[in-house]
C-alpha cells in the first residue's frame, strides 16, 4: 500500500466533510464509496462499512442506480469479508435486480460472477455454476471478451470446485485457447 493510499484511508470524514457538503450528492456518494474502498483496502471494516452503508443511502435518495450499484458493491464487499455472506448476497442480488431494470450489461455479468462467489463461499457450488453460466452467456452475447475469459475460468474452477471434471474442461480450454489467439499482450502481468 502506497503512503497516498494509507493517507487517504486514514484521514477522518471530517477532513471531506466540507467538499462533500459542497458537492451534489451523488459526487457525496461517489466520494464515499472511494474512501469505503480505501478503508477496506487498509482492512478498516468498520470505517469502510460506515462509509459504504452512508453511500447506499445516497444512491437511495437520489435514486441513481450507477450510485447505489456501486455503493452496494463496496457494501457486499465489506460484509463479505466479515463473514456476512448472507448480507453480502442480498446486496449483490439488489445489485443484479438494479443493472436488469437498467439493462447495464457489464455490471450485470460482474454481478452474476460475484453472486456466483458468493455461492462457492457458501457452499452452493451448483448455484455459482449457474451464475457462472448466466454470466458467460451475457458476456458472449456482449462481445465482453476481457469478462468472458475470467468467467469461463470461474465456472470451469467451480466445476473442479464440485468434482465435475469433464464439465470442467471445456471452458477451462476455451481460457487456454483465448489466451493463445489473444496473445501475449492480453495476459501479460501488468507492470507498476
Not at 493510499?5 to 456518494?29: H, M, N, R, T, Y
Amino acid at each position: 500500500m502506497t503512503k497516498a493510499v494509507s493517507a487517504i484511508a486514514a484521514a477522518p470524514v471530517s477532513l471531506f466533510s466540507e467538499k462533500i457538503s459542497l458537492a451534489d450528492d451523488l459526487v457525496a456518494g461517489d466520494a464515499l464509496c472511494v474512501l469505503s474502498w480505501f478503508n477496506f483496502l487498509e482492512g478498516d471494516l468498520p470505517a469502510a462499512l460506515a462509509r459504504a452503508d452512508e453511500a447506499v443511502a445516497l444512491g437511495r435518495a437520489t435514486g441513481d442506480p450507477h450510485l447505489l450499484s456501486s455503493a452496494l458493491e463496496s457494501r457486499a464487499a465489506c460484509k463479505g469479508e466479515a463473514g456476512e455472506l448472507a448480507a453480502a448476497l442480498a446486496d449483490h442480488q439488489e445489485i443484479l435486480g438494479v443493472s436488469r431494470a437498467t439493462g447495464d450489461n457489464y455490471v450485470l455479468v460482474i454481478t452474476l460472477v460475484n453472486l456466483g462467489i458468493d455461492q462457492l463461499e457458501a457452499g452452493g457450488i451448483q448455484a455459482g455454476i449457474a451464475y457462472f453460466q448466466e454470466a458467460l452467456g451475457v458476456a458472449e452475447a456482449h462481445a465482453y471478451q476481457h469478462l468472458a475469459g475470467a468467467v469461463a475460468a470461474n465456472l470451469g474452477l467451480a466445476y473442479l470446485m464440485g468434482g465435475d471434471f469433464a464439465s470442467a474442461r471445456r471452458p477451462l480450454i476455451a481460457v487456454l485457447d483465448k489466451a493463445r489467439a489473444g496473445g501475449e499482450q492480453d495476459f501479460a502481468p501488468v507492470a507498476g
